[in-house]
């Protein structure tokens, strides 16, 4: 699949969808609370999407069984739902998810703390979110596509911290899962240039410890293989001639200034 440019139609359609999942992203994570379920978040997520009437774009894609990707502690992405699996204070929880408006997708995720966290936590979560905001900075018409992997990679590893190189960002549109593939790390080549009107999902994964993972007997949840804890950033990206536009942006984010990071 080649990478495709979105017509001002399409983008207009791409900011309706982005706009609905940065509001379902705000509500759910004002949810998160030490004794929830992952399943009763999942189901609150589920209900969110479809009041706006969209369609979660997660739900049954490639067999996964929620709406919802909802991953606990050294959980890096794909946790699987469970009425059994419930959050306690100092948790954090990683919130992965995605809407259908009028056929076209959007996809985002947050890690949230859970109740009170350690510093090492709330560290990485700031440093997940901020690695995201430094690759950016290179998402604009001109540049080419790994430099904002070289950017994200060089903020989060200056840590100490593992990136994963297993799982990696998006293209994103009419389709889920589009070209092109966005590792989180530096490459030996400087990718495509990007141009004007491509919509890119773009996601760093980041361990607390080594960059390594492993898939559960589940085969959908991703693990960090030394069982650190594990944060998740991500926002649906359009592509300009001058400031990319982050179209799954919070409200609170907007306001709080964070894309001027």
């Keep these: 699949m080649s990478v495709t440019i979105k017509s001002a139609r399409e983008i207009e359609l791409m900011r309706a969808a982005g706009k609905i999942l940065a509001k379902v992203h705000q509500n759910l994570g004002h949810e998160i609370k030490p004794g929830m379920s992952t399943w009763d978040i999942n189901r609150l997520g589920d209900e969110m999407i479809r009041d706006y009437g969209c369609v979660p774009n997660f739900l049954d894609y490639q067999g996964y069984p929620a709406s919802v990707c909802v991953s606990v502690n050294e959980e890096v992405v794909h946790g699987i739902p469970s009425k059994k699996r419930i959050l306690e204070e100092g948790d954090i929880v990683s919130l992965d998810m ?88 530096r490459q030996p080549r400087r990718g495509i240039r990007l141009k004007s009107g491509m919509t890119l999902a773009i996601e760093p994964m980041i361990n607390a410890g080594t960059a390594d ?40 984010e907007a306001e709080d200034g964070i894309c001027n990071s």
Excluded: C, M
Aim: no cysteine; glycine share 10%; proline share 2%.
């Design 213 to 252: 993972v492993l898939w559960l007997d589940d085969e959908w949840t991703v693990v960090s293989k030394d069982r650190s804890l594990s944060a998740h950033y991500e926002n649906t990206v359009l592509i300009t001639d001058k400031e990319p536009e982050i179209l799954t942006l919070t409200e609170e």
């Design 98 to 185: 995605g809407l259908i408006y009028k056929g076209y997708h959007s996809d985002a995720a947050r890690t949230h703390g859970v109740g009170e966290i350690s510093k090492e936590a709330a560290d990485l979560i700031a440093r997940t979110k901020q690695s995201f905001f430094e690759g950016i900075r290179f998402a604009k018409a001109g540049n080419h596509l790994y430099d904002i992997s070289a950017a994200i990679g060089d903020y989060a590893e200056s840590f100490g911290y593992g990136v994963v190189y297993d799982l990696v960002g998006h293209g994103i549109g009419t389709h889920l899962h589009e070209a092109p593939e966005i590792p989180n790390y």
